[in-house]
């Protein structure tokens, strides 16, 4: 680590810093993604997480992966340093069994994989919504493991705010955000900008691979009486080096934005209508070459709310037309996939009881129809305890790639998965809190690739069993949160473990208000995993401290310390993981 900035730190962290803060996260937040409609966060059936502007502030994480690492029950593999290939594997799923929206709308390509994490700034965000568990019901393909929903930045009222950073590893970043929110409307933009000559991410090369990233986030709303209209576009584009198969220095271009309009509209008093129109593009381009991946979608989604006195009824219907071509060695292929969809749901809440249920008929264009469903129960044993438990049938259907890419096979069914999960939670009211998860999956016409054939084929089942125990302090001045994991993910045609899972991780996180000022500690230990060719990859414990020094009412100082103990690790066979090191961001807002 550079000189500078560990002198930087160490002053920083060590300034006498007294007085009282406010309560931290006092209240009960609003999530949308477990049901899709705004319910308290305490009447979810399912386990969901949330990522707060005020966590990502303090993480001064450079992408969506960095804030996603140290949430438990979720593995991240990543092909070394800043805007290399990261998967996220979510309760021991595949890494394309997540399902990844921007404000509601898919960010899965259509190509191949799952969504590019590793591209999504998190200053655009304004908070992260991970729901845990089978969703095919609400949202469709991809969704076996769950699904992680980025909301955008918003503005409660105006506001101003800019920054500046610079860390080790020559990283620079530069973002300017602004806001107003009145009566009749609210607008808001984010730029960002980030770049680093990172590191050699190849154990076998010394060879220094860069990053760059420019994204952007413009939203606005304007009311028309009983109606609302709104659009927002995120966009975000760089470049990403790389080194190929042979080692050798690479460059690929990359582009990822989604654009939406939406129409919310009241209904007497107890009826919503919202209707969302979006196109989500997704582009990699080589520059050493004349190969690219490209995925477009265009999509629609109605859906129709009505509240009664004790339930909440919801129905609606969704359509996508997406377009996936790829060029790689010469061939490639250019294909238009069309869906439909139909879905209901309802939501129940009677004294100590409540209840959710969702029904998915989904028609594509490939593989015919398909029904999904979820069916969830939640009872207050008492004030302080309460159980909940849950089915879900979900399903996910082979994308382009998987069909018409090398070794592809157009006759793929698609891998269908049977959730079943248990919990208990005991929150007496004050300032503690304990959960334990209980989560089983069967996952039939598992997709891998046959070496008798040299194509994919629907020749694999996966097993998977995981216990999860929390505990959560939440203080005037202190938040403490442990997780600890303990889950199976198997091959159940084999017995062999799932590549690159853990079976056993914990997670801590501590947050400390100091008067103005914030302290914040991330630790996260993982378990031996397994990777490609039987290679065995070791566990560790790896943890991020960062702080906040408020200099006056309008500037302050951020800071993160990457790998406190500077350990050595891998996520993904032959890559590194970043050594110990260090940024600095001085931060303006009014």
Do not use: C
């Amino acid at each position: 680590m550079k000189a500078p900035f560990s002198m930087a730190m160490a002053v920083f962290l060590s300034a006498p810093i007294l007085s009282t803060a406010a309560d931290i996260g006092a209240g009960d937040t609003i999530v949308v993604t477990a049901t899709r409609t705004e319910i308290p966060l305490s009447d979810a059936t399912v386990p969901v997480s949330i990522i707060t502007r005020e966590d990502i502030e303090l993480s001064l994480a450079s992408d969506l992966a960095e804030l996603l690492r140290f949430e438990a029950g979720i593995d991240i593999g990543r092909n070394g340093g800043p805007g290399q290939a990261t998967s996220v594997f979510l309760r021991g799923t595949e890494s394309n069994h997540t399902l990844v929206l921007v404000d509601g709308v898919r960010m899965n390509p259509g190509t191949i994989g799952g969504a590019a994490i590793q591209n999504i700034s998190p200053e655009v965000i304004e908070r992260v919504e991970i729901v845990k568990g089978a969703r095919s019901a609400l949202f469709g393909t991809d969704a076996i493991g769950g699904v992680i929903n980025i909301i955008t930045r918003r503005a409660d009222s105006g506001y101003f705010e800019a920054g500046l950073g610079a860390g080790d590893l020559s990283s620079q970043a530069g973002h300017v955000s602004a806001g107003n929110r009145g009566s009749a409307g609210e607008f808001g933009v984010t730029l960002d900008w980030q770049s680093t000559d990172g590191y050699a991410p190849r154990i076998d090369s010394d060879l220094e691979r860069g990053f760059d990233n420019l994204a952007a986030n413009f939203y606005a709303a304007r009311q028309f009486g009983a109606h609302e209209i709104s659009v927002r576009h995120w966009r975000g584009e760089g470049t990403a080096e790389y080194l190929d198969f042979f080692l050798s220095p690479v460059e690929q271009d990359f582009v990822n934005a989604v654009t939406a309009l939406g129409l919310d509209s009241k209904v007497a008093a107890s009826g919503n209508s919202k209707l969302i129109v979006a196109f989500m593009q997704d582009e990699v381009r080589q520059r050493q070459s004349p190969d690219f991946v490209e995925s477009g979608r265009l999509s629609l989604d109605w859906q129709y709310s009505h509240a009664f006195e004790n339930h909440t009824f919801t129905g609606g219907l969704y359509a996508v037309q997406e377009d996936a071509k790829t060029l790689s060695f010469g061939s490639g292929f250019d294909e238009d996939t069309h869906v439909r969809a139909v879905f209901v749901q309802e939501q129940v809440s009677r004294g100590r009881h409540k209840g959710f249920a969702a029904l998915r008929l989904s028609d594509h264009e490939s593989f015919g129809r398909h029904t999904t469903w979820n069916a969830e129960y939640a009872f207050e044993l008492s004030d302080a305890w309460t159980i909940n438990a849950g089915l879900g049938h979900a399903f996910r259907a082979p994308d382009a790639s998987d069909r018409y890419g090398f070794g592809g096979s157009p006759d793929l069914q698609p891998e269908l998965a049977d959730e079943l999960q248990f919990g208990l939670r005991y929150a007496p009211g004050g300032r503690h809190r304990v959960d334990l998860e209980y989560y089983a999956n069967e996952i039939e016409d598992l997709i891998e690739f046959d070496l008798q054939s040299f194509t994919l084929q629907n020749i694999d089942k996966a097993r998977i069993r995981g216990l999860q125990a929390g505990y959560e302090y939440r203080g005037e001045n202190a938040l403490f949160r442990l997780d600890v994991v303990r889950q199976e993910a198997d091959n159940a045609s084999t017995g062999s473990r799932l590549l690159r899972r853990a079976e056993q991780s914990a997670t801590i996180s501590y947050t400390r208000n100091i008067g103005e000022h914030r302290v914040g500690l991330s630790v996260l230990a993982n378990g031996d995993r397994r990777d490609f060719g039987g290679v065995g990859l070791a566990g560790y414990v790896v943890a991020n401290l960062t702080g906040q020094l408020r200099l006056n009412d309008e500037w302050q100082l951020n800071a993160r310390i990457e790998n406190l103990l500077d350990t050595a690790y891998q996520t993904a066979a032959s890559y590194r993981m970043q050594e110990r090191s260090a940024f600095l961001e001085l931060k303006y807002r009014r």
